[in-house]
């Protein structure tokens, strides 16, 4: 029978290296802060009752970036090392028995399937542990693995403690290990803090299980992309890079045309659907869905937004807790923000701001108009400029509008207003009471024309 996995994330630390005054297990890649990924690996290989968080640094929001997924949390009070971690959830932990793999929270690259190589890899050997270990052309920061002739490991040895023969080895720990619970739990007291940083070092417990005649094996790597641990902010920039290139790469063998994906930033929640054209320079982010067949184009900024089929984004237009509904489109340089709905192909052009507005299928706002908590109805056409003024420096007000309302240049709507459906606004109206049904709306001063004003003027000035 296979021993029961559980897995520990070590997420207690602050991260003095990233010089920040939140915890670095918050920081985000790809979308998501470092722990969620970590979390979500961790999930992919035993229950939310097995997974377990060991929080200490800003313990209160690092267990609410991920309450969500039900895992279990274990108090570290001050961080005084990896080992240290582990121990403080050892009334827990050691009654799970089986094999405990340890993740380090700030690791976040790692994928389910090298997780369960490892896993499997324990599982099929009569070591007390395996761990992770890759070869970086420069692995300073990293503990350096040293083996033996047999090519099993002997040690790691922290930078800060290391020699100069010991620096020069470049195969590093991962910080992912699975161990066997029973020898972990009856070693890992015996580890002091007897190194330059007084910490207790997780990592000495492979010297200690040599020592005591177990073997430890490695589970090598040759893509070392996977074990990325996050330090500093260029390892933060570097983590969300390659997260960012594995979620583009990911759409674009579902069908997704991606133009310069270098240049195109997808957090790993959003999804896309086949045939949908990503252009240059596109942030798509938060917990989008875009349907099939449409075009984000260049420049533009998606968050959180829902896009149905064939929907067409003009350059340069952010669009923020949107719903835009099929054959719709919307820019260039247009700003809908939260709230609004775009009907089946309704038109919103450039340098047009919606907020908490509904425009009806097929109704169009081409030009220069703000509308705000504003209900429109199908087959409208919002002249250019039009503005809703909604605010009165002390309530918002809601401006309703019916089907087939033509509402000309320049109208401005003090809201509350209601114009029934099949009426006309004349450009340059300020309309402040309702419209009916069919009429024609003007609020306007009447044009006056003065017959040859301007002879008479010029011969009066004459000198
Ligand atoms: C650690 C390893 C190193 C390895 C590297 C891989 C140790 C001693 N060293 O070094 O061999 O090459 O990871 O990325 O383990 N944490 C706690 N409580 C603590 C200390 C840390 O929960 O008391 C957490 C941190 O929040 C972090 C993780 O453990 O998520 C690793 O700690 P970090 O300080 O980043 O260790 P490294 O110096 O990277
Ligand atoms: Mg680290």
Redesign the pocket.
Same mark, same amino acid.
């Given at each position: 029978m296979q021993a029961p996995v559980h897995v520990v994330i070590?997420?207690?630390?602050l991260?003095t290296r990233m010089k920040s005054r939140r915890a670095?297990?918050l920081h985000e890649a790809g979308g998501l802060p470092l722990v969620e990924h970590v979390v979500r690996t961790a999930l992919a290989v035993a229950p939310p009752e097995r997974v377990f968080v060991?929080v200490?640094c800003q313990a209160e929001q690092v267990r609410a970036a991920v309450s969500r997924y039900s895992v279990g949390f274990i108090e570290?009070g001050e961080?005084?090392?990896?080992a240290?971690?582990l121990l403080v959830g050892r009334d827990r932990l050691e009654p799970l028995g089986g094999l405990l793999t340890v993740l @380090? =929270?700030?690791?976040p690259l790692l994928t389910p399937a090298t997780l369960l190589r490892l896993i499997a890899q324990q599982q099929a050997s009569d070591a007390a542990a395996t761990v992770i270990t890759t070869r970086l052309e420069d692995p300073s920061? @990293? =503990?350096r693995v040293i083996r033996d002739e047999q090519g099993g490991v002997l040690a790691?040895v922290?930078q800060k403690a290391a020699s100069p023969a010991e620096l020069a080895v470049n195969e590093?720990?991962?910080?992912i290990y699975c161990f066997r619970s029973d020898l972990l739990w009856r070693y890992l007291p015996e580890i002091r803090p007897d190194n330059p940083a007084g910490?207790y070092?997780?990592?000495d417990i492979v010297g200690i299980l040599r020592r005591e005649g177990h073997k430890v094996q490695a589970l090598f790597l040759e893509d070392s992309t996977e074990v990325l641990?996050v330090?500093t902010r260029v390892d933060l920039a570097r983590a969300d890079a390659l997260l960012r290139a594995r979620k583009t790469q990911e759409l674009m063998l579902e069908g997704v045309t991606i133009r310069q994906p270098e240049t195109v930033t997808v957090d790993c929640d959003v999804r896309v659907g086949a045939d949908t054209v990503i252009e240059p320079f596109v942030q798509i982010l938060g917990r989008s869905v875009i349907g099939r067949d449409c075009r984000i184009g260049t420049g533009s900024i998606l968050r959180d937004v829902e896009l149905g089929e064939r929907v067409d984004v003009r350059p340069y237009t952010l669009i923020e807790e949107a719903r835009l509904e099929d054959d719709s489109r919307a820019g260039p340089f247009a700003r809908i923000r939260p709230a609004t709905h775009l009907g089946a192909g309704a038109h919103v052009g450039n340098f047009v701001e919606l907020k908490n507005t509904r425009l009806g299928a097929r109704s169009k706002a081409n030009h220069l108009a703000y509308l705000g908590d504003a209900e429109i109805g199908a087959d409208c056409n919002i002249g250019a400029g039009t503005i809703t003024c909604n605010y009165d420096g002390e309530r918002k007000h809601p401006t309703r509008i019916g089907n087939r309302v033509f509402v000309g240049s320049n109208a401005t709507l003090v809201a509350p207003i209601e114009l029934a459906d099949d009426c006309y606004v004349g450009a340059g109206s300020v309309i402040t009471e309702p419209v009916p049904s069919e009429a024609l709306a003007l609020g306007r001063a009447r044009q006056v024309i003065k017959e040859g004003w301007v002879r008479k003027r010029r011969e009066a000035t004459k000198p």
């Open positions: 070590l997420a207690a630390g991260g670095k297990v060991v200490g570290q961080p005084k090392g990896t240290h971690a @380090y =929270g700030d690791c920061g @990293y =503990g790691i922290e590093i720990n991962s910080g910490e070092y997780l990592t641990g330090n």
